[in-house]
């Protein structure tokens, strides 16, 4: 186990904690040494973005299913906190008090993600990619379409997080660490569950799915779980969205940001839930200034050549690079990270295996 | 027919009794309760024919993709891409040279063409990595559409069908007797009969190509085991290339078609991918029955929600392909 442990951070962080820490007081001293431009346009967008990222990291990563309903997940949760909340457009907007509303809103998409995957699970491979695309790209029209619900193409306006303890939690500063606690609590909530029996037998039924059926245990419940709790995620992230950009409408679940999110994920990497909030910080800061080299216009062309480039020549993302730096830096007489991974990975489906 | 009769003779009863009522919706005159219960009929055929023909264009569309991934397992997700490009390019040559049919020619080539390059550059790279594949073709759609936009701008186009091709027809169908006793036919736009008039065609071809040609019995012997086939002395790539290209042109031709019966703007490549993976959802994937048949159903189901349920239609479509995957889910055709 102790092992097990090393290998979990070692994956990305050189050895262990110390990085961990560094990592940690950058974060939570990182407003003090910036703008508030880079706390809530730069820092809290790229939590929640990668946030998002995450839990499409944990479903492919883990459990081998490329799903790209993530963002609808987390746009539909953004849309309940309008319409059970208070928005300023006038249709619908219950005015339920903030902490319902959110419990509710992040319940219903996590279970709407269920959803998908009961309908999903049932095929495989590019098949799942293909389905979570449909059902995501149906929910866009429909969003669109419908103005009894969703207030169609203009959809809502003027969501606020709320006041609490006298802070404006809108203010750059409490939504940063906002984000930051939720985005910590999530990637503390995947690395855990990935060590957990479950994410164990998750992993097992990614890589072999039939020996998983025959030793007796339930593949599709996994999966459901798996989506159902991912789901949970995204949501979240999804109420935080919503609060950050105060308004949502269908082009927040439009088809270019759902690529977006996927973008995030392969650029990170999809092998370690660090990956994601590499790919947004990455994302959000090409976002920002490569406007600055080309034309405003065209971020999509640079964004979709890096994306290219990341899945022509390391189809791990930025973190599959660095590891091909570090192994060829560290020691060839240590043993190497990826060769760790292997050993824990083996070690875990024999554990199962045999227990 | 006989056999069919014989073995399930209460389901042919059911067959005959559809396809009856269905003719009685299309040629009676309707009763009145029946126009108080769902509307006027001309609404009705209207939209059954629109079904038809949108099915039409969709299977033009989606016959592509499904032949590319019969065979190469792989899933172009750039498809809407190649469809929008077909068309933006079939339209400048149409400008051009005045001519319709040189227009849809050339969308034919010129996207066959960047199949057989992407095939080329890209899918021969990383056979077998299908997710790989996949997140290539995104990323190809994603620097593609932006390309095009920077091109051709927001603005939305609309080809200039032949002259024969343009205005209507009156069908043999009756739409309502004025109180003046005198019988009104309904009237429907030539190009989008000559869609449907197409994609018939087009399937027979494929089918033909596919069953009878001696290259249509490769690639079928390549969906069912490629290495073998390439063992026994043909040149796969040549094939795969071939069928790209075919799949690809095929986008480019729907494209062109669909420009003239509707509309060519960004977004329509969205539009045109979620169409083909439904119907080859729904259809089952990599069989041309199945992308006909998914054609024909996501078609209609998309105008009849338009008309009779606008706010919720896109819920009957989704809804079709949840109840297949639920009963199918390989869909209706897959194996």
Redesign the interface.
């Known amino acids: 186990m102790m092992k097990g442990q090393h290998s979990i951070f070692g994956h990305f962080f050189t050895n262990d904690s110390p990085s961990l820490w560094i990592v940690a007081a950058v974060l939570l001293i990182y407003p003090a040494i910036s703008s508030d431009f880079f706390t809530f346009q730069i820092g809290a967008y790229s939590l929640i973005l990668g946030t998002i990222s995450l839990s499409l990291m944990m479903l492919a990563g883990y459990g081998g299913m ?1 799903s790209l309903a993530q963002l609808t997940v987390a746009g539909l949760a953004g849309y309940l906190m309008a319409i059970f909340g208070e928005n300023s457009v006038g249709v619908m907007g219950f005015g339920w008090p903030w902490w319902i509303t959110s419990i509710w809103a992040i319940l219903l998409a996590a279970l709407f993600s269920a959803f998908i995957g009961t ?2 699970v ?2 495989e ?3 799942t ?3 979570t ?3 995501a ?2 929910f866009y ?2 969003v669109r ?4 619900l969703f207030n169609g193409w203009t959809g809502y306006a003027g969501i606020e997080p709320p006041t609490i303890l006298g802070i404006y939690w809108r203010n750059p500063i409490p939504f940063y660490y906002l984000s930051l606690v939720v985005a910590a609590f999530c990637y503390w909530a995947v690395v855990y569950c990935s060590r957990s029996t479950f994410g164990l037998a998750l992993q097992a039924i990614r890589d072999n799915p039939r020996r998983m059926q025959s030793l007796g245990y339930n593949i599709v419940l996994h999966r459901v779980i798996a989506y159902f709790l991912s789901g949970f995620i995204a949501a979240t992230a999804g109420v935080l969205l919503v609060w950050f950009n105060g308004r949502i409408s269908p082009g927040s679940v439009s ?1 270019g940001v759902i ?1 977006d999110i ?2 995030i994920a ?1 650029l990170g990497g999809l092998r370690h839930p660090i990956g994601p909030f590499i790919g947004a910080i990455v994302f959000v800061l090409l976002e920002n200034f490569a406007i600055d080299l080309i034309d405003r ?2 971020f ?2 640079v ?3 890096v ?2 480039l990341i ?2 020549y390391s ?1 791990d993302g930025l973190l599959g690079l660095w590891k091909k730096l570090w192994t060829r830096l560290i020691d060839s007489r240590k043993i190497r990270p990826n060769e760790i991974g292997n050993e824990l990975r083996t070690k875990s489906a024999d554990s199962i295996e045999t227990s | 027919m006989q056999r069919f009769l014989n073995k399930h003779p209460t389901r042919a009863v059911f067959v005959l009794l559809a396809i009856a009522s269905l003719a009685w919706l299309i040629f009676s005159v309707w009763p009145e309760w029946l126009i108080d219960l769902i509307g006027r009929k001309k609404t009705f055929v209207n939209t059954l024919i629109n079904g038809l023909t949108l099915g039409g264009l969709y299977f033009l569309v989606a016959s592509g993709f499904t032949l590319i991934f019969g065979l190469m397992r792989n899933v172009n997700l750039a498809h809407g891409t190649m469809y929008l490009l077909g068309a933006y390019i079939g339209y400048e040559v149409a400008e051009f040279s005045n001519n319709w049919y040189l227009g849809l020619i050339a969308a034919f080539i010129a996207v066959g063409l960047c199949g057989m390059l992407m095939q080329l550059l890209v899918f021969r790279r990383m056979e077998g990595d299908d997710l790989r594949q996949t997140l290539v073709t995104i990323a190809i759609s994603i620097i593609a559409a932006d390309l095009m936009l920077a091109v051709w701008t927001g603005t939305t186009y609309q080809f200039t069908p032949p002259e024969w091709l343009f205005g209507s027809v009156t069908l043999p169908i009756v739409s309502a007797i004025k109180s003046s006793g005198e019988v009104v036919y309904l009237k429907y736009p030539l190009f989008r009969l000559m869609v449907m008039l197409l994609a018939i065609l087009v399937g027979v071809v494929l089918w033909l190509f596919l069953n009878k040609s001696r290259i249509g019995m490769m690639i079928r012997a390549g969906v069912n085991d490629r290495d073998m086939l390439s063992a026994s002395g043909v040149n796969i790539q040549l094939i795969f290339m071939l069928v790209f290209a075919i799949g690809a042109g095929l986008a480019g031709l729907a494209g062109v078609v669909g420009g003239t019966a509707l509309s060519i703007a960004p977004g329509e490549d969205i539009r045109y991918l979620l169409a083909s993976l439904v119907v080859v959802i729904v259809g089952g994937l990599g069989s041309i029955t199945g992308a006909a048949i998914g054609a024909v159903i996501i078609g209609l189901a998309e105008q009849f929600g338009l008309a009779y349920l606008p706010t919720y239609g896109v819920v009957i479509t989704f809804l079709i392909m949840v109840m297949v995957l639920a009963i199918r889910p390989k869909g209706i055709m897959g194996k």
């Open positions: 490329v309908i999903s049932r095929t491979g590019i098949y990619i293909m389905i695309l449909a059902i790209v149906a029209f429909f379409q419908n103005y009894v088809v690529i996927l973008v392969v216009e065209r999509n062309t964004i979709g050549l994306f290219l899945v022509l189809p």
